[in-house]
């Protein structure tokens, strides 16, 4: 069974880079029929799709965030990683990553999210 | 690109039937057949009910359905029970590789 894990810094100090990872277990990233992307939610707000990436590293982004967004791929260890610049406290949220099956556009397996603050 | 838009709440009573609606606009849930539809219980992941508009995952109770008519989707849940209050977000394929989130609806059986 497929299953997602992101991991990173819970704290991260405004003006800084926060960096997460999601560890996929149980089948491959490289996968042809699935992309992988980050999802973000504040303190009880919605969601926010962030953006995706494939296992060729082709990548697309939130046009909100695409300035300092960017989404990496590591097939050999099965992972894929967000990285944002220049955080504030509006960065602060709970990050989920998920598959998203193809061209569908439907993200069928979430990770459990991983909480990042922002705070000096 | 502006997030879908979803009812803030919802309530109904055990057995009843409530809609929930996401609207958006023709640059998204009005041009593709792409519409998601997640439930999130507080402190948890989304879960997927719904894809391609009205697909059910397998495992998911078809008291769930829904439908789009325009740029408006709709999501339908059926002899409302006390597990389906929770959170519900639409999303769409919005073009150019991109995805869109609904503003979320809070769910709640009396």
């Known amino acids: 069974q497929l299953q997602l894990q992101e991991s990173g810094p819970g704290l991260v100090k405004p003006s800084e880079t926060l960096s997460l990872t999601c560890t996929v277990s149980?089948?491959?990233?490289?996968?042809?029929?699935?992309?992988w992307g980050w999802i973000r939610q504040p303190p009880g707000k919605g969601l926010e799709w962030i953006g995706n990436?494939?296992?060729?590293?082709?990548?697309y982004y939130n046009p909100s965030l695409k300035s300092r967004v960017t989404i990496s791929v590591d097939t050999s260890k099965n992972q894929f990683s967000l990285t944002v610049r220049s955080v504030t406290a509006a960065d602060a949220a709970v990050y989920f990553c998920?598959?998203?099956?193809?061209?569908?556009?439907?993200?069928?397996?979430w990770g459990k999210g991983t909480t990042v603050s922002v705070s000096s | 690109q502006s997030a879908l838009t979803q009812p803030a709440s919802v309530s109904g009573s055990p057995g009843q039937s409530i809609t929930i609606s996401c609207t958006g606009t023709?640059?998204?849930?009005?041009?593709?057949?792409?519409v998601s539809w997640y439930q999130q219980y507080p402190d948890k992941a989304p879960k997927l009910i719904i894809y391609?508009?009205?697909e059910r995952p397998s495992g998911v109770s078809n008291r769930f359905s829904a439908s789009k008519s325009g740029s408006t989707a709709s999501l339908t849940i059926s002899g409302l029970q006390a597990e389906d209050e929770a959170d519900y977000y639409c999303?769409?394929?919005?073009?150019?590789?991109?995805?869109?989130f609904g503003t979320g609806t809070k769910v709640t059986v009396l």
């Open positions: 998920a598959r998203r099956a193809g061209y569908f556009y439907y993200m069928d397996v």
């Open positions: 149980g089948g491959s990233i490289s996968n042809t029929r699935y992309y």
């Open positions: 990436v494939y296992y060729s590293g082709n990548t």
């Open positions: 023709g640059r998204d849930v009005g041009s593709y057949n792409l």
């Open positions: 391609e508009v009205s």
């Open positions: 999303c769409s394929y919005a073009g150019d590789n991109t995805s869109v």
